[in-house]
C-alpha cells in the first residue's frame, strides 16, 4: 500500500515550507522588525548565515514539498525526514559550530531592550526566531508527517484495492480469450453465468433463496 491521497501530507507540507522559507531569510529580512543578529546590515551573506540559515532552511522548504505533493508514502516519508534534519540542525546548528567549527558563527543578538520587551527578553525572542524556535516547530511538524505517512488508513486501502485487478479481467487474461454471458431462468430464478470457447452452455444447478 505505497499509494496515499496527495492530501495526506499537504497541511504539514505547507508549515513546512512557510517554516523553512522563514528560516532561510530571516537573517536577511529580520532587521525590518527590529529582530536581528549582528551583522544586521540586510542582504549580506556571512558563512553563519549560509550555513545556519540558509541551508537547513532549504532542507525544510524542499522537505514540506516533497511532502505537500507526495501520492507515495516512500516520497513523503523521505521529505518529511529531510525536514527533521533541517530542524535539528536549527536546533542544534549554532552550538556545534561553536564547539567544532569556529569560523562559522550566526554573530550575536542584537539585544537591548526594545518596546515592552527588556533586554534578555529581546535577546530571547531573536534566538527562538532564528534558530532554536523555528527548528522545534520545523522537528513537530515533521514528526507529524511522518506519522501520517506511516500510518495505514481506510483511504489507503480503497486506493490499493482500486489497483487491483477485477476477477473478470483476470480470468479473460489467464486463458486467453473473451468470457460472454448466458443467462437462464426456470421458473422464478435467473443465473447468469461466464461461458468461454470450448465450453458448453446451458443452466447448471438451481439454489434458490438462502
Known sequence: MARVPRSRGAVCGVLLILLGAWGAL????????????VPDN??????????????PGALALLG???????????????????????GAWFVLGVSATKAFASSISPGSPLGGSLGSLSAAQRTFVEQAA????????ILFFAALALGRFAVVGVRDAELAAEEEE?????????????????????????????????????????????
Open 130 to 137: 532564528f534558530f532554536t524556535g523555528t527548528g522545534v516547530l
Open 166 to 210: 477485477p476477477d473478470g479481467e483476470g480470468l479473460e487474461q489467464d486463458i486467453g480469450y473473451p468470457a460472454t454471458t448466458g443467462q437462464y431462468t426456470t421458473g422464478q430464478y435467473t443465473t447468469t453465468e461466464s461461458i468461454y470457447p470450448g465450453q458448453s452452455s446451458g443452466p447448471g444447478p438451481l439454489r434458490g433463496p438462502g
Open 42 to 55: 540586510g542582504w549580506h551573506l556571512t558563512s553563519g548565515r549560509l550555513y545556519l540559515s540558509v541551508v
Open 26 to 37: 530571516a537573517p536577511f529580512v529580520g532587521h525590518y522588525v527590529h529582530v536581528a543578529y
Open 64 to 86: 514540506g514539498l516533497l511532502a505537500a505533493a507526495a501520492s507515495n508514502r516512500g516520497v513523503g516519508g523521505f521529505g518529511a525526514f529531510i525536514a527533521a534534519l533541517g
